[in-house]
């Protein structure tokens, strides 16, 4: 028998996070009103970021004075900001360049807020004026036509720039040169830094990154928005992209934001949008149903590749943003900033029941660190007095056994009631216990406690505990270890006698195993309880079960894994057959057992149930001709629905009296012989692994609400099963049924 359990489910609760945002504090006169929602402006093309100028009426000087203008023509490096600090705008003069008939000044205006904002519609850059070193006043003869009012439709997004070419009529006399903007101090340059030409060429290649950017919002505060990777090519930059919850509970949002929202800016503070972006974040950058706690949402957003690519901003709303910097050998580093560039914005300040959850889990680390350190005193001071002779036996019995990265965590799905803590307690806290034994880091053990917490003077102890099932074995009585090549025995002391049998049987069974061809692990888990009370603590199943194969489901956002791999022995029901080779023997249990275990990295928590059964039954020898004449003679085979079955989380499920689970277990083994009899071995395991290519993210969908995985999936195996079996063997269930039930009364 095999028992799967997901004790890293979540309960999905209906959750629905707006947005909330305030707009700024009305600005000056010169700023309309701020954004409040991000401006998605692009303020220049993309293809060509500088557009022609549009010529204006004729300028002249306002006055002149006979001067030699000797400044050679070319390109000159300006680079010279000044901000109105009343609007956080920067006015830029980039660089300047020098024809035989003008002077052609690239501008800017810039955001340098982390808030959208707007620039009156009133604001034209043909008020700008140009004064030379001997008081000659120029008017602009032409300006692009992007700048022609500084003003953008949508706004600009925090460190945006509007840039753009203002030219004026050659000046008569030379410098220094101010350019005067309303509302700004002048701009004051000269001609006396030649611009060196833009070689940098950053070859184009995959770069990973590790980047997290936070939001100082309360709704996507818990929500981490991680840069993976950055790819660049000729034409395209693009980064892969994962929005994790790192919060307790499911994140769900009620509108707004997609990946169309994302912007990369240049160096000057040029934007770019998208071009395009994984299917998932056009609409959204969660699922519409929300995202469990520790979960990511992952996929990649492509932008046009600037021009200047030696510095880059990728940028999301809400968000701290990141610069990247590239050299002629590619990516160099990456640095969290402010959405406009600057140090980056504070995290958010945790709630008062955020950090009352924090004091509780500062509990459990100290008692997980003591355990781990074999610090008894530290171990027992996390405990009331009442609790520290059991807990003691408790800590004593742990040092005995190899464990290793003994954790202990609140559940995500904690609530902390207020009330409560302010009179000091919290009750009935689910605490997540994790470990793996030393040598085995691949198989993690879960477990669910629920600790009630009380503070005592100035410090907070646990006051009461219960266990879930299968409980930890060494909490509940006395063990001792044994160890095989194989085998990790976990047993009671009353056991010991039978313990060197038992171990043997093991071995047998594993080099049985390998000889058939399985691939087994290096070591598997034996827990062998003393007696039926004992069995039942652990498993919660009674006398009639011999063995439970047991382990949990991780579910990622990119697999599904298998952990805490181990198998329960009955051995109180088991003394009788101890010894005896058949179907029901101690020996051939095992084997049932550890052909699970074997296969439980191949076996989804929706393969159905009659399969892995079936499996496990055929592989262990248990499906003898005796049984096949009970089933046939005794079994009433024609009453069992094939897909009924698949429906199933475990056999005899649908039988209060549990009298059909013998034959179900047989019809099972029935099914399973007369697959590899005719169709072979090969295609057998086909079908056995296909249930592994399913995508998680379809599996995610199904999942119902207060489920856990490998309960509540019967509509999803009845909706994948035929389509596996087609696939492999061109039948349909109703089919497979009616032939092995033709077989059975050949």
């Not at 249930?691 to 195996?717: D, H, K, M, Y």
């Amino acid at each position: 028998m095999t028992q799967l359990q997901f004790k890293t489910s979540w309960l999905l609760l209906p959750l629905l996070i707006t947005f909330l945002l305030a707009g700024c504090a009305t600005p000056p006169p010169l700023v309309e009103p701020p954004s409040i929602t991000p401006a998605p402006q692009v303020n220049q093309s993309t293809d060509n970021p500088t557009r022609p100028p549009t010529v204006s009426a004729a300028a002249t000087p306002t006055r002149s004075a006979p001067n030699n203008f000797a400044a050679a023509r070319g390109d000159y490096l300006i680079n010279q900001r000044t901000r109105n600090p009343k609007i956080d705008f920067d006015a830029i003069i980039y660089r300047v360049s020098l024809t035989e008939s003008a002077l052609v000044v690239r501008f800017g205006m810039q955001n340098m807020s982390n808030d959208s904002r707007y620039l009156s519609a009133s604001f034209k850059s043909t008020e700008l004026r140009l004064v030379d070193s001997a008081g000659n006043e120029y008017r602009p003869l032409a300006v692009s036509d992007n700048i022609e009012r500084f003003s953008l439709k949508d706004g600009y997004l925090p460190g945006q720039a509007n840039i753009g070419e203002v030219t004026f009529p050659l000046p008569t006399a030379g410098g220094p040169f101010e350019l005067h903007v309303p509302t700004f101090e002048p701009l004051i340059f000269t001609l006396d830094q030649r611009v060196t030409p833009n070689t940098l060429n950053v070859p184009s290649g995959e770069y990973p990154l590790d980047v997290v950017l936070y939001s100082s919002q309360s709704a996507l505060s818990r929500l981490d928005l991680r840069l993976e990777r950055v790819t660049v090519t000729a034409d395209e930059i693009s980064f892969a992209i994962a929005f994790v919850n790192t919060g307790r509970r499911p994140i769900g949002l009620g509108s707004g934001l997609s990946g169309n929202d994302s912007r990369v800016f240049d160096a000057e503070g040029v934007v770019y949008a998208p071009l395009r972006m994984s299917e998932q974040f056009r609409t959204a950058i969660i699922p519409s149903d929300g995202l469990l706690p520790g979960k990511s949402y992952r996929g990649e957003i492509v932008f046009p590749r600037p021009q200047d690519i030696d510095q880059l901003r990728f940028f999301y709303p809400f968000y701290s943003a990141a610069t990247l910097s590239f050299n002629e050998q590619g990516f160099v580093r990456a640095t969290v900033t402010s959405a406009s560039g600057g140090p980056p914005p504070p995290t958010t300040t945790p709630t008062s029941a955020e950090l009352a959850l924090q004091t509780l889990e500062a509990v459990l680390n100290r008692q997980a660190q003591a355990l781990m350190t074999s610090d008894l005193a530290g171990y027992l001071s996390t405990f009331a007095p009442e609790l520290q002779p059991e807990q003691e036996r408790i800590f004593q019995r742990s040092q005995q056994l190899p464990i290793a990265e003994y954790r202990l965590v609140l559940s995500p799905n904690t609530i902390l009631l207020e009330s409560a803590w302010e009179r000091g307690t919290q009750d009935r806290m689910t605490v997540w216990l994790s470990y793996h034994w030393r040598g085995m880091p691949d198989n993690v053990f879960q477990h669910e406690l629920r600790y009630w917490f009380t503070k005592q003077a100035d410090r907070w102890i646990v006051s009461r505990y219960e266990l879930d099932q299968p409980s930890l074995f060494w909490w509940t009585d006395d063990v001792q270890l044994s160890e095989t090549d194989h085998f990790l025995i976990i047993h009671r002391p009353a056991m010991a006698d039978q313990i060197d049998e038992i171990a043997a049987e093991c071995e047998q069974v594993y080099t049985e195993l390998q000889a058939a061809g399985f691939s087994l692990d290096q070591k598997y888990i034996i827990f062998v309880p003393i007696d039926q009370e004992d069995f039942r603590a652990q498993t919660g199943q009674g006398a009639r079960t011999l063995g439970v194969a047991y382990w949990s489901y991780n579910l990622t956002d990119e697999y599904i894994q298998s952990q805490g791999r181990a198998f329960y022995l009955n051995g109180a029901s088991l003394t009788e057959y101890a010894n005896v080779d058949n179907s029901f023997g101690r020996k051939a249990t095992i084997k049932h057992e550890m052909v699970h275990l074997v296969l439980a990295r191949e076996t989804m928590p929706f393969t159905p149930v009659w399969l892995i059964e079936g499996t496990a039954m055929y592989f262990a020898d248990q499906y003898r001709p005796e049984l096949r004449r009970y089933l046939i003679q005794e079994g009433q085979p024609d009453q069992i629905d094939l897909t009924k079955l698949t429906a199933a989380d475990q056999l005899g499920q649908f039988d209060m009296l549990g009298k059909s689970v013998g034959p179900e277990y047989l019809f099972s083994a029935e099914t399973v012989q007369y697959l590899i009899n005719t169709y072979g071995i090969e295609r057998f395991w086909e079908f056995y692994r296909s249930f592994t290519t399913i995508p998680t993210e379809r599996l995610q969908q199904a999942i119902p609400l207060f489920t856990v995985l490998g309960s509540g999936l019967g509509p999803f195996r009845n909706e994948v099963t035929p389509e596996m079996l087609n696939a492999v063997y061109g039948l349909s269930l109703v089919e497979l049924e009616a032939a092995v039930k033709a077989n059975l009364q050949q």
